[in-house]
């Protein structure tokens, strides 16, 4: 007996009434509704979407573009959809919620969003579905009321619809028949789920079961690098390599989006360059004022005209000769469409906001190299992959490259305007070799003398009889003394420069780090603040350079120097930097000149390396490379001396302009003779040695002012 109520009956109440036959047949009865003939964008029109604060009913007309890619997730020609896009393009909106509305309102069935974490699905949960249940009433109606059947991850519709939200985990796909699997923000997964291949490959196998019926979606920003710097498109849509979701649009039917020029009638495609902007003004000026070139005859296309012109737009797939043709029976024979929107026409985000966004990441990267910002405006704002600079740059690093691009500079000279002079030193087997930076305004510099030092100094135990040793003689070490007294004339000046600061590497075969760590006392209690140590760490994730004191005296078998401070370059951001430096081809901000003067040798030590996912790695049949770690110690010290804080209109004694400069030599012969009257730079912070220890004064951290023009 069904009776109505029936849970909140007590004892010694009238029993409920019973329940009437038509409740239940009437829950029943929507599953045995057939599948309504609709589409999902016809689907999408009934329910509401959240537009400045206010929830207004969906209109296909905003975001025309993704009528077509929306439509195809209801076809039975197809296993997938894949879709690049920047954002604000109304991606998440079209290929989750819309096909999730149609599942509720049109074909019930289970289907399963997988977000990038179960942080982010949590989210996704929470502020977007349970806002669009609440806020449409056809939905709200279809949510089932019974127990369980509205949770975080699993969400119950009458007439048999169920929604299950996930992360790319493998338990959540596999041992599952799912008929629609859609990955929102693909690029920001992992791309193989504990060895089992990627998620797109792993929900593809859950639709099977569906046949025809099945439907896998993917859609994502970019936010894989090309992986091949040198690529060529063979096809008019053929994607750069990539993981991730143009992995995805490459297997596919390969569309674009389209437009037809308002002036000429002619179809190009609205993308990055096509947008022009001028070339003076603030980021957010040129920005406001960046419009779109026809290609076909250079109309000019304002930014009002884009909603109408995405409006009359249309797809263009390629066919399986390469043609480009609308979505039909000749296009290429993939059972994925895929389609790629640029964020030119995305509806949502103006040519203003992307145009600038590009534009300060680009100087941020001319002031810091730091591409993070560029990266993001490419990827996010614009719906492009990102090559990064270095991969670029390690392409065109070549020996005859290389050498085509030297300048007429003088070897030897200091160029006009050098502010400072930094040594770099390395050490190798029976030699040190030496490299000499000049430096002038916003950190652009040339290579002024190379050299080796192979001969022991005097002091040293059987000096002249044998080659210099520095991991078997401390002794030996003494001989990098002589580069303190060392000058460089400077072009167009009476005066000579010494280095500011002479940087050395403190690894390499068993027995240099103990000596390097003993001759830095040494030169400490000498010549304080003038002698740097410097060990290098790979990676994208480390600071570009750091000084540091080891914490603690022993790690393991590795003796570590407690009180010796190092400056930690990051080598793999560094080289990044290096390499953009020698291919810029001109004069200017961070650029690195090689005179043609220079040593042969070091044109090809500069080009011994290239740029992988894993780092910079030396190239096949390569051994040295000396030329290209020396610039990066040498850019590690000035990057610890603060220039790119410099004010260069106000800048410290030891980077001005002139014989007023604190290590400029006037007279010609005294550069080469030290006194204790000159000054030294010092950015050490150890404490000084000869300081009593009753002295508990702080140390001035690392790295926060350049060099401290202490005494001798």
Same mark, same amino acid.
């Given at each position: 007996?069904?009776?109505?109520?029936?849970?909140?009956?007590?004892?010694?109440?009238?029993?409920?009434?019973?329940?009437?036959?038509?409740?239940?047949?009437?829950?029943?009865?929507? @599953?045995?509704?057939?599948?309504?003939?609709?589409?999902?964008?016809?689907?999408?029109?009934?329910?509401?979407?959240?537009?400045?604060?206010?929830?207004?009913? /969906?209109?296909?007309?905003?975001?025309?573009?993704?009528?077509?890619?929306?439509?195809?997730?209801?076809?039975?020609?197809?296993?997938?959809?894949?879709?690049?896009?920047?954002?604000?393009?109304?991606?998440?909106?079209?290929? !989750?919620?819309?096909?999730?509305?149609?599942?509720?309102?049109?074909?019930?069935?289970?289907?399963?969003?997988?977000?990038?974490?179960?942080?982010?699905?949590?989210?996704?949960?929470?502020?977007?579905?349970?806002?669009?249940?609440?806020?449409?009433?056809?939905?709200?109606?279809?949510?089932?009321?019974?127990?369980?059947?509205?949770?975080?991850?699993?969400?119950?519709?009458?007439?048999?619809?169920?929604?299950?939200?996930?992360?790319?985990?493998?338990?959540?796909?596999?041992?599952?028949?799912?008929?629609?699997?859609?990955?929102? &923000?693909?690029?920001?997964?992992?791309?193989?789920?504990?060895?089992?291949? %990627?998620?797109?490959?792993?929900?593809?196998?859950?639709?099977? %079961?569906?046949?025809?019926?099945?439907?896998?979606?993917?859609?994502?920003?970019?936010?894989?690098?090309?992986?091949?710097?040198?690529?060529?498109?063979?096809?008019?849509?053929?994607?750069?390599?990539? &993981?991730?979701?143009?992995?995805?649009?490459?297997?596919?039917?390969?569309?674009? #989006?389209? #437009?037809?020029?308002?002036?000429?009638?002619?179809?190009?495609?609205?993308?990055?360059?096509?947008?022009? #902007?001028?070339?003076?003004?603030?980021?957010?000026?040129?920005?406001?004022?960046?419009?779109?070139?026809?290609?076909?005859?250079?109309?000019?296309?304002?930014?009002?005209?884009?909603?109408?012109?995405?409006?009359?737009?249309?797809? $263009?797939?390629?066919?399986?000769?390469?043609?480009?043709?609308?979505?039909?029976?000749?296009?290429?024979?993939?059972?994925?469409?895929?389609?790629?929107?640029?964020?030119?026409?995305?509806?949502?985000?103006?040519?203003?906001?992307?145009?600038?966004?590009?534009?300060?990441?680009?100087?941020?990267?001319?002031?810091?190299?730091?591409?993070?910002?560029?990266?993001?405006?490419?990827?996010?704002?614009?719906?492009?992959?990102?090559?990064?600079?270095?991969?670029?740059?390690?392409? $065109?690093?070549?020996?005859?490259?290389?050498?085509?691009?030297?300048?007429?500079?003088?070897?030897?000279?200091?160029?006009?305007?050098?502010?400072?002079?930094?040594?770099?030193?390395?050490?190798?087997?029976?030699?040190?070799?030496?490299?000499?930076?000049? /430096?002038?305004?916003?950190?652009?510099?040339?290579?002024?003398?190379?050299?080796?030092?192979?001969?022991?100094?005097?002091?040293?135990?059987?000096?002249?009889?044998?080659? !210099?040793?520095?991991?078997?003689?401390?002794?030996?070490?003494?001989?990098?003394?002589?580069?303190?007294?060392?000058?460089?004339?400077?072009?167009? %000046?009476?005066?000579?420069?010494?280095?500011?600061? !002479?940087?050395?590497?403190?690894?390499?075969?068993?027995?240099?780090?103990?000596?390097?760590?003993?001759?830095?006392?040494?030169?400490?209690?000498?010549?304080?603040?003038?002698?740097? $140590?410097?060990?290098?760490?790979?990676?994208?994730?480390?600071?570009?350079?750091?000084?540091?004191?080891?914490?603690?005296?022993?790690?393991?078998?590795?003796?570590?120097?407690?009180?010796?401070?190092?400056?930690?370059?990051?080598?793999?951001?560094?080289?990044?930097?290096?390499?953009?430096?020698?291919?810029?081809?001109?004069?200017?901000?961070?650029?690195?000149?090689?005179?043609?003067?220079?040593?042969?040798?070091?044109?090809?030590?500069?080009? @011994?390396?290239?740029?992988?996912?894993?780092?910079?790695?030396?190239?096949?049949?390569?051994?040295?490379?000396?030329?290209?770690? $020396?610039?990066?110690?040498?850019?590690?010290?000035?990057?610890?001396?603060?220039?790119?804080?410099?004010?260069?209109?106000?800048?410290?004694?030891?980077?001005?302009?002139?014989?007023?400069?604190?290590?400029?030599?006037? &007279?010609?012969?005294?550069?080469?003779?030290?006194?204790?009257?000159? @000054?030294?730079?010092?950015? %050490?912070?150890?404490?000084?040695?000869?300081?009593?220890?009753?002295?508990?004064?702080?140390?001035?951290?690392?790295?926060?002012?350049?060099?401290?023009?202490?005494? /001798?």
């Amino acid at each position: 007996m069904v009776m109505m109520g029936a849970s909140k009956f007590r004892p010694g109440q009238p029993l409920p009434p019973h329940a009437r036959f038509a409740v239940p047949l009437g829950r029943a009865l929507p @599953a045995l509704r057939p599948v309504a003939r609709i589409t999902v964008p016809q689907a999408a029109e009934r329910r509401n979407v959240e537009a400045a604060g206010a929830w207004i009913p /969906w209109r296909n007309d905003v975001a025309p573009y993704m009528v077509e890619p929306m439509e195809v997730v209801t076809s039975r020609r197809f296993e997938a959809v894949g879709f690049v896009g920047p954002a604000r393009c109304s991606k998440t909106e079209a290929l !989750i919620l819309n096909p999730l509305t149609h599942m509720v309102l049109a074909a019930p069935r289970l289907m399963h969003v997988v977000h990038m974490t179960q942080a982010a699905a949590r989210e996704f949960s929470i502020e977007t579905v349970d806002k669009l249940l609440r806020h449409s009433p056809e939905l709200a109606a279809r949510l089932d009321k019974g127990k369980g059947a509205d949770n975080t991850y699993d969400k119950r519709f009458v007439a048999g619809g169920r929604l299950t939200i996930g992360w790319p985990v493998v338990h959540q796909l596999s041992a599952r028949s799912i008929p629609i699997v859609v990955f929102t &923000d693909y690029d920001r997964m992992p791309q193989d789920i504990g060895g089992e291949g %990627s998620p797109f490959a792993l929900g593809r196998k859950r639709t099977q %079961s569906a046949g025809t019926r099945g439907m896998t979606v993917a859609e994502a920003s970019p936010g894989f690098p090309i992986m091949d710097e040198s690529f060529e498109a063979a096809t008019p849509h053929e994607a750069p390599p990539c &993981d991730g979701i143009l992995g995805i649009y490459n297997t596919g039917t390969r569309a674009r #989006w389209y #437009w037809g020029c308002p002036s000429c009638g002619e179809a190009f495609e609205p993308d990055l360059k096509r947008l022009h #902007w001028p070339k003076d003004g603030t980021p957010t000026e040129r920005g406001r004022a960046a419009v779109m070139v026809c290609p076909h005859n250079g109309c000019v296309i304002q930014p009002a005209q884009k909603a109408e012109l995405n409006r009359r737009g249309f797809w $263009l797939h390629e066919a399986a000769d390469g043609t480009l043709v609308r979505l039909g029976d000749d296009v290429r024979p993939t059972a994925v469409a895929s389609y790629w929107l640029k964020g030119a026409a995305a509806a949502f985000a103006s040519w203003a906001q992307i145009v600038t966004r590009l534009i300060e990441g680009e100087e941020r990267f001319e002031a810091t190299g730091d591409e993070s910002l560029l990266k993001t405006a490419m990827n996010v704002d614009h719906g492009l992959p990102y090559l990064p600079r270095a991969l670029g740059a390690s392409a $065109l690093l070549s020996e005859a490259g290389l050498k085509n691009r030297a300048t007429d500079r003088a070897f030897g000279v200091c160029p006009e305007g050098t502010r400072f002079v930094t040594v770099a030193v390395d050490v190798q087997a029976g030699r040190f070799v030496v490299q000499v930076e000049a /430096w002038t305004a916003e950190l652009e510099r040339t290579m002024v003398d190379r050299f080796d030092i192979a001969t022991p100094p005097e002091s040293a135990p059987r000096a002249g009889k044998r080659a !210099i040793d520095p991991a078997r003689y401390s002794e030996d070490w003494d001989a990098l003394f002589d580069l303190a007294g060392k000058s460089w004339p400077v072009a167009g %000046s009476g005066h000579r420069l010494r280095a500011c600061g !002479i940087i050395f590497d403190a690894g390499g075969a068993a027995g240099v780090t103990p000596n390097a760590y003993a001759f830095f006392r040494k030169a400490r209690r000498r010549m304080r603040g003038l002698f740097h $140590l410097v060990r290098g760490r790979g990676g994208d994730k480390v600071k570009r350079a750091e000084r540091a004191y080891p914490e603690t005296a022993h790690k393991g078998k590795k003796h570590v120097a407690k009180d010796i401070p190092i400056i930690w370059a990051g080598t793999d951001r560094l080289k990044d930097e290096v390499a953009a430096s020698l291919t810029r081809g001109d004069d200017g901000a961070r650029a690195l000149h090689i005179p043609k003067g220079a040593p042969p040798e070091v044109f090809a030590e500069y080009a @011994a390396e290239r740029r992988t996912e894993k780092g910079w790695e030396k190239k096949p049949g390569c051994q040295r490379n000396e030329a290209l770690d $020396l610039s990066v110690y040498s850019l590690a010290l000035a990057l610890i001396f603060g220039v790119e804080r410099m004010n260069w209109d106000r800048p410290e004694r030891w980077a001005r302009l002139g014989a007023v400069n604190a290590f400029a030599v006037v &007279d010609e012969g005294a550069g080469d003779a030290l006194t204790p009257e000159v @000054a030294a730079p010092d950015t %050490s912070e150890a404490p000084d040695p000869e300081k009593p220890k009753a002295s508990r004064r702080r140390p001035r951290r690392a790295g926060r002012r350049g060099p401290n023009l202490s005494g /001798w």
